[in-house]
C-alpha cells in the first residue's frame, strides 16, 4: 500500500523516538499484506473493496469459486478465522486509496481478540535496539477494536504496547498513523540467537462491532547514538 507520511509517533517501553544509526532494516515476508493466493495457490489480486477472511471465504464481490484464499506468511494464534481478513481498501474507506496494491490486514468484528504473527528468519542478536513500525487505522465507515503490537523472540515477549495503554495515540478515522515500538535485546540476553516474531492484534472489547486495520510492518535493528521526540503520524494513500 502507498502512503504519504506526515511526521512520525512512538511509543515506547525502552526509548522514546530513539534515532539510529547504521540501521539494518530486518526482511519481514509479506509485510504489506499484498501477496495472497486462491484455492490453487496461485497469486490473486484483490481490487475494488474485495477482501477474504482467514477461513478462506470471499467477501466484497470476490469470487468464491477459487476458494479457500490464503494469505501468505502470517499465522491466526487467536480469535476464529472469521475474525481476521485481507481487504482491498477504497477511498470511501481511507483517504486517497486507489484499490491498487490497497491490501490491509483487518482484524476484529467481535468480542474477543484477534492476533496474528509472522516470524522472521532473521534472530535476536545481543547489545542492538529493534525498532517496530506498523501503520495502524480506522476505516471511516466503522468502527475501531483498538490494537496491541509486539515483538517476541523465541516465543518470549520482548516488549508490547496496545491502545488502550495511558497515553497511547487514538487510532485515525479515514487514514493510518505509524505506530512504532522499540527496545533493547540487552535486557533479554536469554533469548539472543532465537527467531524474531511480530505480533498484531485488535483489543477485547464489549462491543461485537469494529474493525482495526494494519499494514507496512517493518522492523529495523541498530545501535542507538541519539534521541529525540517528532510530531504524531496522520498517514494517508497516494494515488
Do not use: H
Amino acid at each position: 500500500m502507498k502512503f504519504t507520511t506526515i511526521g512520525t509517533m512512538c511509543l515506547t517501553l525502552v526509548l522514546a523516538c530513539a534515532g539510529t544509526a547504521s540501521a539494518v532494516n530486518l526482511t519481514i515476508s509479506n509485510a504489506d499484506f499484498e501477496t495472497t493466493r486462491d484455492g490453487s495457490l496461485s497469486p490473486v489480486t484483490l481490487t475494488d473493496g474485495q477482501y477474504f477472511r482467514l477461513d478462506g471465504t470471499a467477501g466484497g464481490g470476490l469470487s468464491n469459486a477459487s476458494v479457500p484464499y490464503t494469505l501468505d506468511d502470517w499465522t491466526l494464534l487467536t480469535g476464529t478465522s472469521n475474525l481476521a481478513a485481507v481487504q482491498n481498501a477504497v477511498n470511501a474507506q481511507f483517504t486517497g486509496a486507489t484499490g491498487v496494491n490497497d491490501n490491509i490486514l483487518v482484524l476484529g468484528n467481535s468480542v474477543t481478540q484477534a492476533e496474528i504473527s509472522n516470524t522472521l528468519a532473521a534472530t535476536l542478536e545481543a547489545n542492538t535496539f529493534y525498532s517496530l513500525s506498523v501503520d495502524i487505522g480506522q476505516r471511516s465507515d466503522f468502527t475501531n477494536r483498538g490494537y496491541e503490537l509486539a515483538l517476541f523472540a523465541g516465543g518470549t515477549e520482548l516488549t508490547r504496547i496496545k491502545s488502550s495503554d495511558a497515553g497511547a495515540r487514538p487510532i485515525p478515522v479515514g487514514s493510518m498513523s505509524t505506530i512504532t515500538l522499540e527496545v533493547d535485546s540487552s535486557d533479554f540476553a536469554g533469548q539472543v540467537g532465537q527467531a524474531l516474531e511480530v505480533r498484531l492484534a485488535s483489543l477485547n472489547q464489549a462491543a461485537a462491532s469494529g474493525q482495526t486495520a494494519f499494514d507496512n510492518v517493518t522492523l529495523n535493528a541498530g545501535v542507538v547514538e541519539n534521541f529525540s521526540f517528532e510530531s504524531p503520524t496522520t498517514t494517508s494513500f497516494t494515488p
